[in-house]
């Protein structure tokens, strides 16, 4: 793998990694049944505050946009506000087969199959469901990888804007959110 | 005022932050230790805090960026004058009545910055906030107010010192004990802690006035946070525990009356907004104003 | 004998019944002309089935028919009837019976959306539900083909293969 300019950080960026790695704030799109496997992975069993993560209210406060299970044509639209919505650096976790490849329903009319085609994942979590041990573990994967600054999906979206634009047009049409409750 | 002033200023700033945060992360991790848990590393809070400032942030309009750090600043300026211990950055201007006046700029730069940020939940936040400030400040400064008038004296290292003379027993929470219960009640509001949190409520009301606040606007707001709970626990530790004759003391009775607070708050489940009134109004102000007639008209506690 | 055998003998003196099933002991199913239905759920209402549980369709492909199914309950005796009309496939339409059970409407809104039957006189079924700018046939019905549409819409991860074992077969 060559380096090139872009990829050298200046030694403050280095140390701002260092913090960003240990202080992971979470917004859990909690959409599918995968949510059910985040309480042990926050309470006393597994613990997770222990490597610096917790839940967050809101987009604007979160780091990580955590999404666990199934995204419909409906629901992307409003992941893809969210992620719009929250600060740089931010990643994204897709999490169990059914953000991977599309799992069970990967022929229905409604779900998507990939996620990595609209957003930039910087982490798959496999398995239907992941444990909390697999979720622990992928953590720790991510903390490594903000610490050598490998996790660059939010510049990579900036970067490739216009290829993400092009696919969440093509399988929504548009990316609006307007439904009668906020009329 | 001069130059060492200023610097000693800036010093104490430096000293409350670390101190403050240092604080919050261990009783982070206390509570984990209460829930069975390991708990973040007691410097947590540090990480937490320049993370939120090393990352991007949006604005929303003008109001809300000035808010922000009229907010900071109003809340950095009151905390120059809280004495640290024996420590004072500008001596003899350590009064209540400045005080209260100085850390009302920050409450209400916080206020208009979350309504500028035009979300609802903000100003749902913002209202229940300020309605929250009315609740526990009425019943704390009635006692504030007794004990002025008590020992003619309205600086805190002053209420401080005289309290000291009398030893163990001279301090004010023992002399006037109903007092003392109705300022730790009011300091959990104050802090915003259970059971008078409904403002922050971060499931039901995406914590209330943070709600838009991402990023270093976010790690102000972390700062801002420390130092009001600075501000507020030391109130209670000069008038009521009579201060620190040394730093230690200070740091001391400080630590353990906000482990104390964090522990109560963890136990206690959340009120609403109108049932957190409703019981500062009759249970709280109750005492101060038996407390109050009790100092002014029998001399009771008074030396 | 059960319990409802009163209830669908009076039924039986005051309307055309196709056809009557007793699934369980507190259940009832009448097959019933299309023009009797609203007569026959004001009257079960009027008889304290004050509750529509359910509102859907079932697509019988085969016969060209769309079936829909209105299920009330009776929350003093517990008894649960399930009336159920047919539709020719094309063109389905049926009158609306948000007057009776104003509790319908999204029931209403959701057939028309999944199956496409248009409800008269319910100007508000034909806002969209849950589907957002859908322009397909509608999903539920069983000459949509979801999988095509996933392929269409949704590319789907494509795997390369790192190793594919060779199998001799030993006779």
């Keep these: ?183 | 005022m001069n130059l060492v002033n200023f610097a000693y200023g800036l010093l104490l700033l430096l000293a409350a932050f670390v101190f403050q945060t240092t604080l919050t992360g261990i009783n982070r991790k206390v509570v984990a230790r209460l829930q069975r848990r390991r708990g973040p590393k007691f410097y947590q809070q540090f990480i937490d805090i320049f993370k939120a400032l090393s990352k991007g942030s949006t604005t929303h309009g003008w109001v809300f960026d000035f808010g922000v750090i009229m907010a900071l600043g109003g809340i950095m300026a009151t905390a120059i004058f809280i004495p640290f211990g024996p420590l004072k950055a500008v001596p003899g201007m350590d009064n209540i009545f400045i005080i209260a006046y100085v850390l009302a700029v920050g409450m209400l730069g916080m206020a208009m910055s979350a309504s500028g940020s035009g979300n609802p939940w903000a100003s749902i936040g913002v209202s229940r906030a300020l309605t929250n400030m009315l609740a526990y400040d009425i019943p704390f400064m009635m006692v504030v107010f007794g004990l002025i008038f008590a020992f003619d004296s309205s600086s805190l290292s002053g209420l401080a010192a005289i309290q000291r003379e009398g030893g163990l027993l001279g301090w004010n929470v023992l002399r006037f004990p109903l007092g003392g219960i109705v300022a730790m009640i009011s300091l959990q509001g104050m802090l915003g802690k259970k059971p008078f949190d409904s403002f922050i409520a971060p499931a039901e009301i995406a914590s209330g006035p943070m709600v838009e606040y991402g990023g270093r606007h976010l790690g102000m707001l972390f700062l801002l946070h420390e130092y009001s709970t600075f501000i507020e626990v030391s109130l209670i530790v000069h008038l009521f525990f009579g201060g620190g004759a040394t730093v230690l003391e200070f740091m001391v009775k400080y630590a353990v009356i906000y482990t104390f607070l964090n522990l109560v708050s963890n136990v206690l489940p959340r009120f609403k907004i109108d049932q957190a009134v409703t019981f500062f109004y009759k249970v709280p102000l109750a005492m101060a104003v038996v407390q109050t007639f009790l100092i002014i008209f029998l001399g009771m506690g008074v030396a | 004998m059960n319990s409802t055998n009163k209830l669908v003998e009076e039924i039986r003196q005051r309307f055309e019944i196709i056809d009557v099933i007793h699934p369980d002991d507190q259940q009832v199913i009448l097959d019933i002309d299309k023009m009797h239905l609203h007569t026959l759920l004001s009257h079960l209402k009027a008889d304290g089935f004050r509750q529509l549980s359910l509102l859907s369709a079932v697509d019988w492909i085969k016969d060209n028919i769309f079936e829909l199914v209105y299920i009330v309950f009776n929350w003093d005796t517990g008894v649960h009837v399930l009336a159920r009309v047919k539709l020719p496939r094309d063109n389905p339409r049926f009158r609306t019976i948000t007057p009776i059970y104003p509790g319908a409407q999204y029931y209403e809104r959701d057939v028309h959306e999944f199956f496409g039957i248009e409800f008269e006189g319910n100007p508000m079924s034909y806002k969209p539900l849950f589907l957002e700018l859908w322009d397909e046939m509608p999903p539920m019905r069983k000459d949509f083909d979801p999988e095509a549409y996933s392929r269409e819409k949704f590319p789907e991860r494509v795997y390369v293969p790192h190793f594919v074992p060779k199998v001799e077969v030993i006779e």
């Design chain 1, 1 to 183: 793998m060559t380096t090139n300019a872009k990829d050298v950080r200046k030694t403050w960026e280095k140390i701002a990694d260092y913090f960003r790695a240990h202080s992971i704030w979470m917004k859990w799109y909690c959409t599918g049944c995968g949510a059910i496997e985040m309480p042990p992975t926050m309470t006393s069993r597994f613990d997770m505050e222990r490597l610096g993560m917790g839940p967050m209210a809101t987009p604007r406060q979160a780091d990580v946009l955590l999404i666990t299970g199934y995204l419909s044509a409906k629901t992307l639209r409003r992941v893809i506000y969210s992620y719009e919505q929250m600060q740089d650096p931010k990643y994204v976790v897709g999490f169990g087969s059914c953000t991977l490849n599309g799992g069970i329903y990967f022929d229905s009319y409604a779900t998507m199959t990939r996620l990595d085609h609209y957003l930039p994942v910087d982490l798959y979590i496999a398995g239907c469901m992941p444990r909390p041990e697999a979720i622990m573990n992928s953590f720790d994967t991510l903390i490594k990888m903000i610490e050598k600054g490998e996790a660059k999906g939010w510049k990579h979206y900036q970067e490739n804007h216009e290829w993400y634009r092009r696919n969440q047009l093509h399988s929504l049409k548009e990316v609006y959110v307007k439904d009668e409750f906020h009329e």
